[in-house]
Nanobody, 124 residues
Framework: QVQLREFGGGLVQPGDSLRLSCAAS????????VGWFRQAPGKDREFVAS????????YYADSVAGRFTISRNYNKNEAYLQMNMLKPEDTAVYHC?????????????????WGQGTQVTVSS
């Protein structure tokens, strides 16, 4: 069992940057692919980015490509989402998720483990 917890959300202005962290415990996090998803009020959970267990492959939603970067630190059992040039439409609760072998990285149903989320609000 892997437990996940997100950190780093907050209120920022458009154009600002923010880094989210996902701390893992309780299991072999290094063997899991990691995804970041977000959910805005009244909307479905949306894929943001993913990184494979070996960190060799990353995927991004079109809406964040070029602005967001996903990474991970094996020594700290953490994953990160660096978010630059934030926009109001990035406002959502951001969740990290993990799974040993998701068949589709962008499908939230493929991930077994989830954190409770951290709120990101982008507003002037």
């Amino acid at each position: 069992q892997v437990q996940l917890r997100e950190f780093g959300g907050g209120l920022v202005q458009p154009g600002d940057s923010l880094r989210l962290s996902c701390a893992a415990s309780g299991g072999p996090f290094s063997r899991h692919d990691v995804g970041w998803f977000r959910q805005a009020p009244g909307k479905d959970r949306e894929f943001v980015a993913s990184i494979t267990s070996g960190a060799a492959v990353t995927y991004y939603a079109d809406s964040v490509a070029g602005r967001f970067t996903i990474s991970r630190n094996y020594n700290k059992n953490e994953a990160y989402l660096q978010m630059n040039m934030l926009k109001p439409e990035d406002t959502a609760v951001y969740h990290c998720a993990a799974d040993v072998s998701p068949r589709t990285w962008s499908d939230p149903n493929e991930y077994d483990y989830w954190g409770q989320g951290t709120q990101v609000t982008v507003s002037s």
